[in-house]
């Protein structure tokens, strides 16, 4: 079955390090996106991917950096300059170039930093 | 400045009531207008309007999209438990851009 996978589902860290969260998707989709999802704030985009070795910020890439390698994989860093990073994060997928398409999303990652 | 807003924020309702969850946009070069359910994890697509006017349906839920007067309505009838969940609603707009707003917590009591 095709799908997004995010890994893991629960990731705890202390301050100062930095963490990465895997997504891979097997949809063959060229964008991927990565969102943050607070309680009452709906889901902001961090960073998003239209193609393999292209990327750019969303709303609040600050404190965040991704890399796109490979079609498949879309990692998301969580540094240490993020100011709060605790929050669920979402990653997504949809065909490239077809802005008349739905998101498929992930199960999300549910980052705990104390 | 790009926005969606949702009203209401939170909801609670009887099995049975119908229900009316809004969403308003602003953003460049407005393309679509999508809903998503979301349980627990990951938000799970239900609607996407293109077109002024045209109701879509998929059984007790229903949508449609103003685009002069800037807004959905998604529209559930006979609620029951199970359409407890986080109603969101975003806007396709410019490059592959999507917004999203907020979401509507609905809560269905037996």
């Known amino acids: 079955d095709g799908g997004i996978t995010q890994s893991p589902k629960y990731l705890f860290r202390k301050e100062g390090q930095n963490v990465t969260l895997s997504c891979e998707q097997n949809l063959n989709h060229d964008a991927m996106y990565w969102y943050r999802q607070d309680p009452g704030q709906g889901l902001r985009l961090i960073y998003y991917s239209q193609i393999v070795n292209d990327f750019q910020k969303g709303d609040i890439a600050e404190g965040y950096s991704v890399s796109r390698e490979k079609k498949e994989s879309f990692p998301l860093t969580v540094t240490s300059a993020q100011k709060n990073p605790t929050a669920f994060y979402l990653c997504?997928?949809?065909?490239?170039?077809?802005?008349?398409?739905?998101?498929?999303f992930g199960n999300g990652t549910r980052l705990t930093v104390t | 400045e790009d926005k969606v807003v949702q009203s209401p924020l939170s909801l609670v309702v009887h099995e049975g009531d119908t229900v009316t969850l809004n969403c308003s946009y602003e953003?460049?070069?407005?393309?679509?207008l999508l809903w998503y359910k979301q349980e627990k994890k990951a938000p799970t697509f239900l609607f996407m309007l293109?077109?002024?006017?045209i109701e879509k349906k998929s059984g007790r839920l229903s949508s449609i999209l103003d685009k002069k007067e800037l807004f959905s309505i998604l529209n559930i009838t006979a609620t029951q438990t199970g359409d407890s969940a986080v109603y969101l609603c975003a806007a396709g707009y410019r490059n592959n851009d999507m917004r999203f707003g907020a979401g509507t917590r609905l809560t269905v009591k037996p």
């Open positions: 997504a997928s949809r065909p490239g170039q077809t802005y008349n398409s739905p998101l498929h």
């Open positions: 953003v460049t070069n407005f393309r679509s």
């Open positions: 293109t077109s002024s006017g």
